[in-house]
């Protein structure tokens, strides 16, 4: 089917709001004059195993839902990717699973998408929900990024984004854990195809206290996959590698 989406997003420990969560996802698209179907993949990334089976006996019997459980904990950009892999129609939601991203931000999107020849959809957020620290690397990262690529996109970082899963399934991410959004972001522009960019709102998500030392190892890591970046496509452009 043509106008048809497959929601993919990557959960640990996040029972029972994505419970919830999913449902509403669900009850959008069936109720949704210009969806013709709709699907849910969840990757638990080894969760507690009471909040994995909380997850997978909330959806055992509905085919409109698939829980894939991780062997042990991977990082949400594995998890992205092997919930990408799952998608089975036309279109590709990724988002979060911590419900920052109303899905009602589809209602902006899909007139002036699916009515043109663009096979991806970006987006961005005017107002950023986070602390400080996370504020200043995204804001960062987001002018680094645009300048190794050339590129003018408002926000980087933004996770939500709908694209053509044929084109979603072609792509190799490197991202293992905390900058799969950079990574989705660099892989699609790097494919060349039309695209949109569209505001979305977004919405405070469950307060997280992470110790400063975590803090730190996300913003290193930050670093070093931007300068990985750099050099793969560098490199790319020198015909050093594929």
Request: charged share 25%.
């Amino acid at each position: 089917m043509k106008n048809s989406i497959s929601i993919v997003t990557a959960a640990f420990n996040e029972c029972p709001g994505i419970i919830s969560l999913v449902k509403h996802w669900l009850a959008f698209g069936e109720n949704h004059p210009d969806i013709e179907a709709i699907e849910v993949i969840v990757c638990d990334d080894f969760s507690a195993i009471e909040q994995y089976d909380m997850l997978r006996l909330a959806f055992e019997n509905n085919p409109q839902v698939i829980i894939l459980r991780n062997e042990k904990n991977e990082g949400p950009g594995f998890s992205f990717a092997r919930a990408i892999a799952h998608a089975s129609h036309s279109w590709t939601l990724i988002t979060d699973s911590d419900g920052q991203f109303p899905i009602e931000n589809l209602d902006a999107m899909l007139p002036g998408l699916w009515s043109s020849d663009a096979d991806i959809a970006f987006t961005y957020r005017t107002r950023k929900f986070d602390n400080w620290i996370n504020r200043f690397g995204q804001k960062a990262s987001n002018r680094l990024c645009n300048a190794i690529y050339g590129s003018g996109l408002h926000d980087f970082s933004c996770a939500f984004k709908l694209v053509n899963t044929a084109l979603m399934k072609q792509l190799h991410f490197d991202a293992r854990y905390m900058n799969y959004s950079l990574d989705h972001s660099g892989k699609l522009l790097e494919t060349g195809r039309n695209f949109q960019e569209f505001e979305v709102k977004c919405s405070p998500a469950p307060a997280r206290k992470r110790p400063l030392k975590a803090e730190y190892l996300r913003a290193r890591n930050r670093l070093f996959y931007i300068v990985f970046l750099f050099f793969s496509v560098y490199l790319r452009k020198k015909r050093v590698i594929f």
